[in-house]
């Protein structure tokens, strides 16, 4: 099993998580507003963990133990979903902020509906910060049990934290729209990698992310997004080392420039630096955009992760 993250650490996520940001809370339009309480972040972790963890635990020696793995995925992918709902619900939510704030007229009706939107905003966003970071403990379980990352079918893993509530409306969507560029577009020097899917040996692939990284203590992977082989052993080395990582999936509506047009993208991010593992034309592709650009890179081949081996 792959290490887990240790108890305070954890702690210390939700209870940067479990923040009550408002003394009224809402997350549904025309319902009373509560004022009741956070639920104890502790607490919460510990359910958290215990739900993935248990599964495996009663299936483990079983029959079933072969698809334990299938269910916890389940389980993780259903906090996903929910906190992805709510995140578009917010989304939703300060638009219609955004409105009221250009039809404000300065009546006491107007006035009243734009701090009622608000409150709606500011609910949502502070829920979704909670459910996301159950949903990333659970993937931290999920990777505990099986030694390899919770990846969702879209998009990437992004949850944030709260610094500070506020007050004025126009202050309040100037805060969330930094915080959903921190969130989603972190900042920090990038560094590239692809390769192909018909890859097992971690060891390489880790030796070289480990030693960028020593070098590059702020860098933040790129990735294209694949959910084995040598994109998934990235993946669960950025898990392992807390390590930002960003996924470009394929946009399917560009057909057979999709692959091509992502390489585009990535090489336009100006990384720093580029691990690019042999796989098929699209690696050979950006391998060959890397070299045009001069950009510092790593390329490795299929065989020498058996080179590797053998010399183990």
Not at 56 to 66: A, I, N, P, Q, Y
Not at 214 to 229: C, E, F, N, V, Y
Request: aromatic share 6%; with cysteine; proline share 3%.
């Amino acid at each position: 099993m792959t290490k887990m993250l240790s108890h305070d650490a954890a702690l210390d996520l939700f209870a940067e998580a479990f923040v009550e940001t408002t003394d009224r809370y809402r997350i549904v339009a025309g319902e009373d507003a509560t004022d009741a309480p956070m639920p104890d972040a502790e607490v919460v972790a510990q359910a958290t963990e215990m739900v993935v963890r248990t599964l495996f635990d009663v299936l483990r020696d079983t029959r079933l133990e072969g698809i334990a793995d299938q269910i916890a995925w389940g389980i993780v992918h259903s906090f996903h979903r929910v906190a992805s709902q709510i995140e578009g619900q917010a989304d939703k939510a300060a638009q219609n902020v955004k409105r009221l704030i250009e039809q404000a007229d300065g009546s006491e009706v107007g006035t009243v509906e734009l701090e009622e939107a608000q409150l709606l905003c500011q609910s949502l966003d502070e829920t979704q910060d909670a459910v996301a970071c159950m949903r990333d403990y659970a993937a931290a379980t999920f990777r505990a049990e099986t030694g390899r990352p919770w990846s969702s079918p879209r998009a990437s893993l992004t949850s944030s934290k709260r610094t500070a509530s506020v007050i004025a409306a126009t202050d309040f969507l100037a805060a969330r729209r930094k915080r959903q560029i921190d969130q989603k577009a972190p900042q920090g020097p990038i560094v590239l990698f692809s390769g192909g899917q018909m890859w097992e040996d971690h060891r390489l692939i880790y030796t070289a992310l480990d030693d960028i990284r020593a070098r590059i203590p702020t860098m933040i992977l790129a990735t294209t997004a694949q959910d084995k082989g040598c994109d998934a052993i990235a993946a669960a080395w950025a898990a392992r080392s807390g390590c930002k990582i960003i996924t470009f999936t394929l946009n399917r509506k560009l057909g057979n420039r999709a692959g091509f047009a992502r390489n585009e993208q990535l090489i336009g991010l100006r990384p720093v630096e580029a691990v690019v593992c042999e796989g098929s034309g699209l690696q050979s592709h950006l391998a060959r955009e890397v070299r045009k650009h001069r950009i510092p890179a790593h390329f490795f081949a299929i065989a020498d992760q058996h080179r590797g081996e053998a010399a183990r």
